[in-house]
């Protein structure tokens, strides 16, 4: 696991605090909700609907940060924070929000499934 995606100690505590089995589950639907979540994002964008955009990126934040997925956590956070994103750069900010969470998923999948086999 890169260390950089998923951090260990949030992970494991989360692992110690719910249960390895019940992790699978959470990462399984944060896998299914967190796609719809950036679409909300960029549905957001196109509409110019701030206060959407701004939900959307504050649950992103919330669920990564949770599964210890710090970085996406603060590439969310930013967007939060920063408002509705109108620019080139705002657009590839959203793009590479989603290259991140591709990967935190990806990450996310492998470690639940390898603390308990």
Known sequence: MNQTTIDPATFAELQATAGSDFVIDLVDTFAEEAPQMLAEMRAAQAAAAAE???????SLKSNGNTFG??????????????GLPSSAEGFRAVDALAAELEHALSALKALARSRIE
């Open 69 to 82: 997925a710090l970085r996406l956590g603060e590439m969310a956070r930013t967007l939060e924070l920063g």
């Open 52 to 58: 959407r955009f701004r939900r959307a990126a504050h």
